[in-house]
C-alpha cells in the first residue's frame, strides 16, 4: 500500500524524558509515540521529530512526521491520547502537506522560552527556575543580548551561534517572574539556556554585558557554569511555509 506522510502536533512535559530522541536507557518523548502508533496501527511505525530537546525540556508545540500507510478516520487522536501517557498529547494530524515536506528540515523559524520566577514557588519548580538574585536589570540584559549578537558568540561544550532575532523580555505584571523568548530558525536548546543564562547574569550585574563574550568563549577552561537549567525551558512554536490544518 502507498504510504502517506502526516504531521503531528503535540505537546508534552519533559520531567520524566531524556528528551525527543538521544538516549537508549531513559525513556523519551519519540519512543512513547514511535510504540503508541505502531500498537494502533498494527504496524511498525518510526517518527521524524522537529529538533532535539534534552532531558527535561518541555514542548507546547511539538512536530514530527510519520509515513503511514492508511490512517483511520474516526476518532484516532482520541485513541492516540488514551494510550500516550499524561504527559504527552496529540493536539491535531496533518495530511494535506507537501510530499517530500520534512518535519525537521522544512521548517523556517522555532519559537523558545525560558522561564524565570524570583520568589520561590515549589508549586512553579516543575516548569519554571527560580532566580535566587532578585529581579534583574531590563536594560542590563538588552545590553548583554546585543553584545552576545554582535559578536556571533559560539557557545562551547554543546551549540553553535543562537541564530535568532533579538530575544524578547517579558516581565509579568507583578515583576515576579519572566519570559525570555528567542525565535529563529535553529537555536540549540543548550545555546538558549546559555544565553538566557548570561542576559540574567549581567542583569544582576554579576558581571559587565561587554565581559560576557570573552567570559562565554573561555567558560570551557574558567571552571564556571553559564547554563539554566533545562525544566524552565520551552519549546512554544514551530513555523513551516505551508499551513498546518
Known sequence: MPVTRYFFDISFEGTEYAGWNNSRKTPTVKGMTDKALSVILRCPVRTTGCTQTEKGIHARQFFFHAGISCLPPDLFIQRLNGYLPGDIAVNSITKNIPCNAHARESKISETWECRIHFL???FLDLLSIFWPYGVPDLKMMQLAAAFIQSKEMAFPAGGSHVNAAAPEILFSQDQHSLIL??????????????????MLWAGSRKISPEALPYEMRNMANSGRVFCLPAKGLHLTGVRYPFDME
Not at 523568548?181 to 548570561?198: D, E, H, P
Open 181 to 198: 523568548r528567542f525565535t529563529g530558525q535553529y537555536a540549540s536548546a543548550v545555546s538558549v539556556r546559555k544565553l538566557a543564562f548570561a
Open 120 to 122: 520561590k514557588d515549589p
